[in-house]
């Protein structure tokens, strides 16, 4: 759609905003993969309740607004399992190897001009684009 | 208390911006990345967005000592690019391409996200909590062939 790049730049200070929210207000880097990874090998465990606390709002929040919304928003997962396992646990492992995803070295790296956030932003976008070039246009799996 | 709703307030406004923006959409990721295919700039618009806020939010947090609750504000940020983060960078960023879903997408979208959204999630979560241990066995590996 040509309206696309509104949106983007809109829900893009939506999530900045909601970073600079959280950094000034609780101290924190919101970063997604940082926030379930702690909870998950629980080396975040004594502070599981905000964790939480944010992972509830990350799910609900959209839950509720997606019947609203009048743009087609589908996340068009592919159906290909072994691919989304595949997916799945190399974002999962590699993620927590990294120390972060979009969200922390993306936004909260980039912006505070973080030599590590770059220089993973480019990595993971060079094989993000590697990834699409090669299942879809190679492969054609996805 | 008031922790837990400013985590569960940054979390609502997050998984809003995710919707609005197109990052739960796994085409428009994929169109992202697709630099060879049909190319959709849009993301650019959003990581261009988010950067903004953020990079004030940094300015403001570099002046003041504490954050409003109290607790400290992040120590400055380290610089060493190690092996671990350009490793892991690669695997998210493969992950990411493959399927259009990155963490905070991945739990954003699970009410609408069907079986292949769900078994994703399962799958980052199986990979967050084998991490500790692949990181490990990579520095074994790391010191055996050195």
Not at chain 1, 40 to 53: F, I, L, N, Y
Not at chain 2, 65 to 89: H, Q, T
Request: net charge positive; glycine share 16%; with cysteine.
């Amino acid at each position: 759609m040509p309206m696309d790049w509104i949106w983007g730049l809109v829900g893009g200070l939506m999530i900045g905003t909601a970073a600079a929210f959280y950094l000034l207000g609780s101290g924190r880097i919101m970063g997604a993969s940082g926030i379930i990874g702690g909870l998950v090998d629980r080396t975040g465990w004594s502070t599981w309740a905000e964790r939480v606390a944010f992972l509830a709002g990350l799910a609900l929040v959209p839950a509720l607004l997606k019947p609203l919304y009048t743009v087609p928003v589908e996340t068009g997962v592919t159906s290909n399992l072994a691919a989304i396992v595949a997916a799945g646990l190399l974002v999962g492992v590699g993620t927590r190897i990294a120390n972060g995803c979009t969200s922390g070295h993306g936004v909260c790296g980039i912006s505070r001009l973080s030599l590590r956030g770059m220089v993973a932003t480019v990595f993971y976008l060079l094989a993000g684009g590697l990834a699409v070039i090669v299942f879809r246009h190679l492969f054609g799996v996805i | 208390m008031l922790r837990n709703l400013f985590a569960l307030i940054a979390g609502g406004l997050f998984g809003a911006g995710l919707l609005v923006s197109g990052m739960t959409n796994t085409h428009k990721v994929q169109g992202w990345l697709d630099i060879f295919g049909d190319w959709d700039p849009t993301l650019a618009f959003v990581l261009g967005g988010a950067i903004l806020p953020m990079a004030v939010a940094w300015n403001i947090a570099s002046r003041r000592a504490k954050a409003v609750l109290g607790n400290p504000l992040p120590a400055p940020a380290r610089g060493e690019v190690d092996r671990n983060l350009i490793l892991g960078s690669l695997m998210f960023g493969a992950g990411w391409g493959l399927v259009g879903l990155c963490p905070g997408p991945a739990i954003a979208s699970i009410s609408w996200g069907g079986i292949g959204g769900a078994v994703f999630l399962v799958a980052m979560l199986a990979g967050m909590m084998i991490a500790p241990a692949f990181r490990e066995r990579i520095t074994l590996i790391a010191a055996a062939i050195r």
